[in-house]
């Protein structure tokens, strides 16, 4: 269930599902019968269900009284509104924001607007027509910031394998995966350009307002009162939410690392940066490619300590990495670009429905 799609099946869900061990307490659910997930409804996870079907016990199911005038369509834009989604969570009781819960009886004591039926079809379709051109639209924008990010991976992989100079003598890398590299160039085993150690703190000690940043097994840096390193240093989680071999990050000061967290630092013969980008580009497909963990679950030591790297001359070095930080910079320029006509198209979409199901548009005169 999502706050912008409303119900969708299961089998429909682009997620790793299993079967439940067992159906007690589930609940049936027919097509026309508003379905609202108990913990986040605060967070518009609620619908009108378009099929037949049975949902867990965290869920509630309502179904309209007969001979009510309940336009299925309405009511999955109203109860999602954001006028509504607000109520609710004013409404949810809970001593965490995150887990409000919305009891029966306070929900059946909402107030809502009942328009004559004609009427609620009409807005019902308006909505569809205009929401499904918004959605369109913001569909395009992300392929858009899918296709930018592909080519910013692209060149990035081009020029550390193949560097600025296009004429370049080339030799053997002695990787299959990765082919060629110029000449003047080395491969040489992590081991030999840093030192890689770990953090030493669990989660569970990060402070919201600390002074340093704390890099753990996710994507998200929290913030801790202590640090335990002091300089250049390049992380990546031994395993944890982000995937592993997906998540990196670099950073130059003090910080705190946690303890299944690999702190790469002390680099010699190569710029920490240059590092990261090749670090971050090929650790995946190279070095867990050829790795005998199937499930990828988690990064070892060893793997790390011989993971080579294709090595230019220090002066190389600066010369690629002031090539990436410009194209990057243009390329982040037109993601934030593109992310920001997302972000106020799905506020116009938000409003719209908003505007509509509230009596605010007439929208026989907008049809």
């Known amino acids: 269930m999502s706050h912008l799609t409303g119900i969708t099946p299961r089998s429909e869900k682009n997620v790793t599902m299993t079967a439940a061990e067992s159906l007690d307490g589930y609940r049936l659910v027919d097509a026309g019968d508003l379905v609202i997930n108990t913990m986040w409804a605060w967070m518009g996870a609620l619908g009108v269900s378009k099929q037949a079907g049975i949902v867990s016990p965290a869920y509630g199911v309502y179904r309209p009284r007969p001979n009510a005038a309940f336009c299925p369509g309405f009511y999955d834009y109203l109860y999602r509104s954001t006028p509504y989604v607000m109520e609710m969570t004013r409404l949810s009781r809970g001593i965490w924001s995150s887990r409000l819960r919305i009891y029966p009886d306070v929900f059946l004591s909402m107030a809502i607007p009942v328009p004559p039926l004609e009427e609620?079809?009409?807005?019902?379709?308006?909505?569809?027509?205009?929401?499904?051109?918004?959605?369109?639209?913001?569909?395009?924008?992300?392929?858009?910031?899918?296709?930018?990010?592909?080519?910013r991976?692209?060149?990035?992989?081009?020029?550390?394998?193949?560097?600025?100079?296009s004429d370049a003598p080339l030799r053997a890398s002695g990787s299959e995966l990765l082919g060629s590299i110029p000449s003047a160039w080395?491969?040489?085993?992590?081991?030999?350009?840093?030192t890689i150690t770990t953090g030493d703190e669990?989660?569970?000690?990060?402070?919201?307002d600390g002074a340093y940043p704390f890099f753990v097994r996710g994507r998200e840096v929290l913030r801790s009162n202590s640090y335990a390193f002091d300089g250049e240093a390049v992380m990546t989680p031994g395993d944890g939410q982000g995937?592993?071999?997906?998540v990196?990050?670099?950073?130059?000061?003090?910080?705190?690392?946690?303890?299944?967290?690999?702190?790469f630092t002390d680099f010699h013969g190569i710029a920490g940066r240059y590092f990261y980008?090749?670090?971050?580009?090929?650790?995946?497909?190279?070095?867990?490619?050829?790795?005998?963990?199937?499930?990828?679950?988690?990064?070892?030591?060893?793997?790390?300590a011989g993971f080579r790297v294709a090595v230019p001359p220090l002066d190389e070095q600066a010369r690629i990495l002031g090539y990436l930080d410009e194209q990057n910079a243009k390329i982040d320029q037109l993601i934030s670009e593109t992310e920001r006509f997302i972000k106020l198209s799905q506020e116009r979409r938000a409003a719209l429905i908003t505007a509509a199901v509230t009596g605010q548009i007439d929208v026989r005169e907008a049809a």
């Open 120 to 151: 609620q079809r009409a807005i019902a379709d308006y909505l569809d027509r205009e929401t499904a051109r918004i959605d369109t639209l913001i569909e395009e924008q992300q392929r858009l910031i899918e296709m930018l990010q592909e080519r």
């Open 243 to 246: 995937g592993t071999g997906k």
């Open 277 to 304: 980008y090749y670090l971050s580009t090929f650790l995946r497909p190279i070095a867990l490619a050829g790795s005998n963990t199937v499930t990828m679950e988690s990064l070892r030591r060893p793997l790390l």
């Open 153 to 165: 991976a692209s060149a990035v992989r081009a020029v550390l394998l193949r560097g600025l100079d």
């Open 248 to 263: 990196f990050h670099y950073f130059d000061g003090k910080f705190q690392a946690h303890q299944r967290v690999y702190v």
């Open 186 to 194: 080395n491969m040489v085993p992590t081991r030999h350009l840093c």
């Open 202 to 208: 669990d989660s569970g000690n990060a402070t919201e």
